[in-house]
């Protein structure tokens, strides 16, 4: 079976450029997460999806951040323009959406370096 | 403010040695799972835990789920240079699909 799968793994961009981050969750996966992860710390909720609602972006910087989930499927996640300080690995991870028991599968990452 | 607190944050041991990490909130967690990180990867399941005072063992690493479903501890005994990398625990908050990270134990296992 097929994983998280992101796209591009790697991007550097200069500050105020837009850059986007696709990704292709678990087949059947009804949630989809963005997270945000800092060298060497925890992951940070960006987005979440049930099927194509985002039904939390509550920690997403909308001002510069945008996301989609098109058909309940595909995900892209852009920024727009990107800042010095969007450095990172921007994760994608999707579930089945089984309550407590649930499981996230996380793809390998998308790093961003903004110079 | 971390809803889960990890510790120790840094820990770097010899081959061999036993070891043990620690998760910990004032939070009750439906249930709790710890993933390992390796550089350039996204972080990878380890365990699910679920019941209060749940043991699970997994090779040389045994998770436990405290009794209030507040903590968990990994511990991994005779460490070997494979198990390198940042161990993450991730509760499950009691709004289902809500999983809220720990800040992450870097782990260091030297030949």
């Known amino acids: 079976e097929a994983g998280v799968v992101q796209s591009p793994r790697y991007k550097i961009i200069e500050k105020k450029q837009p850059v986007a981050f696709w990704c292709n969750p678990i087949?059947?996966?009804?949630?989809l997460y963005w997270y945000l992860q800092n060298l060497g710390q925890g992951p940070e909720l960006l987005i979440r999806?049930?099927?194509?609602?985002?039904?939390?972006d509550s920690q997403l910087p909308k001002d510069r951040f945008s996301a989609e989930r098109l058909k309940g499927v595909d995900s892209t996640l852009k920024i727009q323009p990107a800042e010095l300080g969007d450095s990172a690995v921007y994760l994608c991870?999707?579930?089945?959406?089984?309550?407590?028991?649930?499981?996230?599968?996380f793809g390998e990452g998308s790093w961003l370096t903004v110079v | 403010t971390q809803l889960l607190e990890q510790s120790p944050q840094f820990l770097s041991i010899q081959e061999g040695e036993n070891l043990t990490v620690y998760c910990n909130s004032s939070?009750?967690?439906?249930?709790l799972q710890w993933y390992r990180q390796e550089p350039g990867e996204g972080p990878v399941l380890l365990v699910t835990?679920?019941?209060?005072?749940e043991v699970k063992k997994l090779k040389r690493l045994t998770f436990q789920f405290g009794d209030a479903r507040k903590d968990s501890s990994l511990h991994i005994t005779a460490a070997q240079t494979g198990d390198t990398g940042l161990y993450l625990c991730?509760?499950?908050?009691?709004?289902?699909?809500?999983?809220?990270f720990g800040s992450g134990t870097k782990l260091n296992v030297k030949p």
């Open positions: 991870a999707s579930s089945l959406g089984q309550g407590h028991r649930d499981t996230i599968y």
């Open positions: 087949s059947g996966h009804n949630t």
């Open positions: 999806y049930e099927n194509e609602e985002a039904v939390d």
């Open positions: 939070s009750v967690f439906s249930s």
């Open positions: 835990v679920v019941t209060g005072g």
């Open positions: 991730a509760g499950v908050g009691n709004n289902f699909n809500k999983f809220y």
